[in-house]
């Protein structure tokens, strides 16, 4: 058999076995006019169809068309794409598929396009080991990352690339490819049209702009129809706000939610509050880290206008470190909506932070001879304010007057706090 045959067979074997690969996958558009969405990006660096396109960084959350957009680009122009995948490959695979790609496109003069997936995922020296090649445009380079590059990418990389903003993808995108995408699909004969729009318009709101996410729930209904031909559209909604909710442990989501979560609850609104709870926990977050942040909410925004709320949030992330899920999401629940409910106050927290940067700002304070340890025999002599009327009597606990750090509010257990310290400094310069 010869070479040209060989491919031919092989070609022909993967054609024949592509129904078995994920209808995302077999839905992928191969020219620029299949591809739905992104309209803004074309106008925006119109050089994107051009065959003399420069390295690139595709930047943009998941199933908005990185993949595809390269695939795309490098097939238009007639270059020779080589991907990658920074999450299985390191810098010794990255740079035999490098040579291996100048030279299988050498002899015909073209230059490669190097397609790495999450590059993002590539720490510093893996970065760096692609700059030569950039450099000299040896290849042209296309990577496609979920974060943020000026985070995630070192500066070096950047100023050889252009970063690319891609959108998640607009309802009327979702529709129109999740409606191409029913030619490799069979929906059994009783399925009404107006059934199969309404299939559709679920899918598109609940698939946040992800086209893959769209297919795979497509697909995932295509199946179920198999076994049930009748299946009802309630029973659709269940299968599709199921595989609907995202969640993230370490990336915007993540932050986005528990920012979301504290929020709520310094602003006393406790179904808020247990609203984003209850968003964390479906997602998966680690109950301790929820009850860590708790603890320091009892202090950042409560404080002393309820001391209790401290107590409860340490006993929370004890309770949760004991039980663990699913009973501990009654021990967080109990301390949120409390929290939530009661007296705020930030003000031990703003006098921390004040005192830390008047310190910060200055040489190294001295301690007053009569606060010290071991005080030398010429010091004053240290009043003790328990042999003092009311337990308090007037005398300098610093070299130089500090600033009222601690200016307690007039809410919950700070109250009387207030009035007391108030009538203190009343007392101290009548003496």
């Known amino acids: 058999m010869s070479r040209q045959d060989d491919q031919q067979s092989l070609f022909g074997q993967a054609k024949e076995n592509n129904n078995l690969r994920p209808l995302a996958h077999r839905s992928r558009p191969e020219s620029f006019e299949d591809f739905v969405g992104q309209e803004a990006i074309f106008k925006r660096y119109p050089f994107l169809r051009a065959p003399d396109f420069p390295s690139l960084i595709l930047w943009g959350p998941p199933g908005v068309g990185k993949t595809t957009l390269a695939s795309i680009m490098a097939t238009q122009s007639g270059q020779a794409l080589y991907p990658f995948n920074a999450v299985l ?16 496109t050498r002899d015909f003069g073209k230059n490669p396009v190097i397609f790495i997936d999450e590059i993002h995922r590539f720490n510093k020296a893996q970065q760096d080991a692609l700059l030569p090649y950039v450099e000299r445009g040896d290849f042209t380079l296309i990577g496609a990352t979920t974060e943020n590059p000026k985070r995630s990418l070192n500066k070096a990389l950047l100023s050889r690339t252009q970063v690319i903003a891609l959108g998640i993808l607009e309802k009327a995108d979702i529709l129109k490819i999740i409606k191409r995408a029913c030619e490799n699909l069979q929906f059994g004969p009783k399925l009404s049209q107006d059934h199969l729009e309404k ?3 679920l899918i598109a709101d609940h698939s946040n702009g992800d086209a893959r996410y769209a297919l795979n729930l497509l697909e995932l209904i295509e199946r179920e129809m198999r ?82 709320a401290l107590n409860l949030a340490v006993s929370t992330l004890q309770a949760v470190q004991l039980i663990g899920m699913p009973e501990a999401r009654i021990n967080l629940a109990q301390a949120t909506t409390y929290l939530a409910s009661t007296y705020k106050s930030n003000a031990a927290y703003m006098a921390i932070n004040e005192a830390m940067e008047y310190v910060q700002s200055r040489p190294t304070l001295a301690v007053p001879s009569h606060l010290r340890n071991f005080p030398p025999k010429d010091a ?28 307690p509010t007039e809410m919950g257990r700070e109250r009387p706090l207030k009035e007391r310290l108030d009538g203190l400094e009343k007392l101290s310069r009548k003496n």
């Open 199 to 201: 299939i559709f318009a």
């Open 89 to 104: 490959g390191g810098v010794a695979d990255l740079k035999k598929l490098i040579d291996q790609a100048i030279r299988e």
């Open 380 to 407: 004053p002599p240290y009043l003790y304010p328990h042999s003092y009327p009311n337990h308090y009597v007037s005398q300098k606990y610093t070299v130089e007057e500090p600033p009222h750090f601690y200016r």
């Open 227 to 308: 076994f049930d031909e009748e299946l009802s559209l309630e029973k659709i909604k269940e299968i599709v706000l199921e595989n609907a909710r995202e969640f993230d442990r370490d990336q915007d989501r993540h932050y986005d939610v528990i920012s979301a979560f504290i929020k709520s609850m310094r602003g006393s609104d406790p179904n808020a509050a247990l609203l984003w709870l209850a968003v964390m926990l479906d997602g998966g977050e680690d109950p301790v880290f929820i009850a860590r942040r708790l603890v320091i909410f009892a202090s950042e925004d409560i404080g002393n206008a309820d001391p209790s």
